[in-house]
Nanobody, 127 residues
């Protein structure tokens, strides 16, 4: 299984980026997908998650209204559109895949629920 994240970079505060994650080696449509981030000296934290069909998503409170997760099962891709970026959004962003086991979406906010991880892409927001 490979998850390849891309699309990170340096952007000014208020700007936008779209992250992409290409998945291979798994039945993509059978997995819930998530985006997590980790800033230097901080623990990895949940950003957004999406169901297998893409009909439902959940977000961390600090990105609600600014970030949008989406997926294209035909292309085995998951995306994270990030608008109104803030310096505190600076982090390495990683995509992850989890078996569609739990009904309660809470479990998909926990990194330990995800069995597959990509290598991450750096997002730096300057003030």
């Amino acid at each position: 299984v490979q998850l390849q994240a891309s699309g990170g970079g340096l952007v000014q505060a208020g700007g936008s980026l779209r992250l992409s994650c290409a998945a291979s080696g798994l039945t993509f449509s059978a997995y819930r997908m998530g985006w997590f981030r980790q800033a230097p000296g901080k623990e990895r934290e949940f950003v957004a998650g999406i169901t297998t069909s893409g009909d439902s998503a959940n977000y961390a409170d600090f990105v609600k209204g600014r970030f949008t997760i989406s997926r294209d099962n035909a292309k085995s891709m998951v995306y994270l559109r990030m608008n109104s970026l803030k310096p505190e959004d600076t982090a390495v962003y990683s995509c992850a895949a989890a078996s569609d086991y739990y009904i309660n979406s809470y479990y998909y906010t926990r990194p330990q629920t995800y069995g597959y991880w990509g290598q991450g892409t750096q997002v730096t927001v300057s003030s």
